[in-house]
């Protein structure tokens, strides 16, 4: 297992491979400089889950914690950070259409002295570094409070436009004012910074709660006429988000990509024929409104990244057969596959007896090169990847990345997959 020294020394002899993303095909390959293999890892802010690492830290304590995180990655020949920029409908750069989150300081709205995403950027492109913006589209708060909220938040401004559940305030995806908003929300970072990426996670509509009810009935009464159910209309609401946004994604700065981070499992094979071979608890089609599969079909977005959170042989969905289904899914459509991984049950006592294995995660890789059409990994989360309780990030990196490949922006590069008809 690489100590920290050792990483860096490797990294020095080891040289770099570099790569564009143009050739981000077959990222599973062999161990090393596979063509454009995306490393990445997450960065979550909401609830400070990994930066900053309390509220209220001055902007120098934040920056340096920010930086630690990007030198860790390079250190670990990562080549991507996912960098959450908008976690509760407000934001961590000057918004003119949000608040300032309240992860920097504590209260929302107020000015932390500095621009965490500015900053970000630039930081992340000085080492090489992808930064991939993301954002959650629909979660307002994590309570159910609105007087909690700034008196000029939005939701405050609007309130028919929120809707309490399962102790979390969320925008109503049925409002079609809403989902105008959400996008010019995101797409303000777009226009003002240099990214390589808006990212979105597995939120759309909200998990389910038992025995709470989403209330959309007005909603559904006003805009559902057509839909064969409530479900039907409820996924084109998140069908229509994820098209308009990769729209105006693509107007504004063509070389910026689109890419979703759900939830793995679209449906058991039990539910649909088109399924995975999973006994999974939540289906993304039927539980949280998220066509995923028709994203990628649709070519809408320009990489899936499914959280394939399981370990290899898990009894109700097995990553190898979660992985696979993935890999035919995307097969031919253009679209990127990269996998989720869940570093962070990697040492947790509370974890299944594969996840206390300092080698499991370093076997999703390998399975990986079996596939052509994964172009790489992205681990949960930061303070994993800085802990890295039982070495198992270490591991990845001595038995997978033994060079460094650096991702550099093509920004002539062309997407075939996107505008092509509707399948």
Request: charged share 25%.
């Amino acid at each position: 297992m690489l100590g920290a020294a050792g990483l860096v020394a490797a990294m020095t002899s080891a040289g770099d491979a570099v790569a564009s993303p143009m050739g981000r095909r077959g990222g599973g390959g062999r161990p090393g400089a596979a063509p454009g293999q995306v490393r990445g890892m997450w960065v979550a802010t909401v609830a400070n889950i990994d930066w900053p690492s309390k509220p209220g830290l001055t902007a120098a304590r934040q920056e340096a914690e920010l930086f630690a995180y990007l030198d860790r990655a390079v250190e670990l020949r990562l080549n991507a950070v996912v960098f959450q920029v908008r976690p509760t409908a407000d934001a961590l750069w000057p918004s003119p259409h949000e608040p300032w989150a309240a992860c920097l300081t504590g209260t929302q709205g107020k000015d932390p002295g500095w621009d965490p995403l500015g900053t970000a950027v630039r930081a992340a492109h000085d080492r090489s570094l992808e930064l991939h913006a993301w954002f959650n589209p629909y979660r307002v708060a994590n309570h159910t409070d609105p007087t909690r909220l700034i008196a000029s938040h939005p939701a405050r401004l609007n309130p028919s436009w929120v809707v309490p559940y399962g102790g979390k305030l969320y925008y109503n995806p049925g409002l079609p004012e809403v989902r105008r908003f959400v996008q010019d929300a995101m797409l303000d970072a777009v226009r003002r910074y240099d990214i390589d990426a808006v990212h979105w996670d597995d939120y759309f509509y909200p998990y389910p709660v038992a025995g709470q009810t989403f209330d959309d009935d007005a909603e559904f009464e006003r805009y559902g006429g057509g839909f064969a159910d409530r479900a039907a209309w409820r996924r084109d609401n998140i069908d229509r988000l994820v098209r308009e946004t990769a729209e105006r994604i693509r107007q504004i700065k063509p070389h910026v990509r689109f890419g979703i981070s759900p939830f793995a499992v679209w449906r058991n094979a039990a539910t649909d024929p088109l399924g995975s071979d999973t006994r999974a608890g939540v289906e993304t089609y039927d539980d949280l409104y998220a066509d995923t599969r028709k994203w990628v079909k649709e070519g809408w977005i320009d990489y899936i990244c499914p959280q394939i959170y399981w370990h290899i042989g898990q009894a109700a969905a097995d990553y190898a057969k979660v992985l696979a289904w993935w890999s035919r899914t995307v097969r031919g459509t253009g679209v990127d596959l990269y996998v989720g991984e869940a570093l962070y049950k990697a040492g947790d006592p509370a974890q299944a007896d594969p996840w206390q294995d300092p080698a499991e995660l370093s076997r999703h890789l390998t399975l990986a090169r079996d596939h052509a059409e994964v172009g790489g990994h992205v681990f949960f989360s930061g303070k994993s990847v800085m802990a890295d309780r039982i070495g198992a990030m270490r591991r990845v990196v001595a038995d997978h990345y033994t060079d460094r490949v650096r991702l550099y922006p093509d920004r002539g590069r062309t997407y075939p997959h996107r505008g092509r008809p509707p399948r």
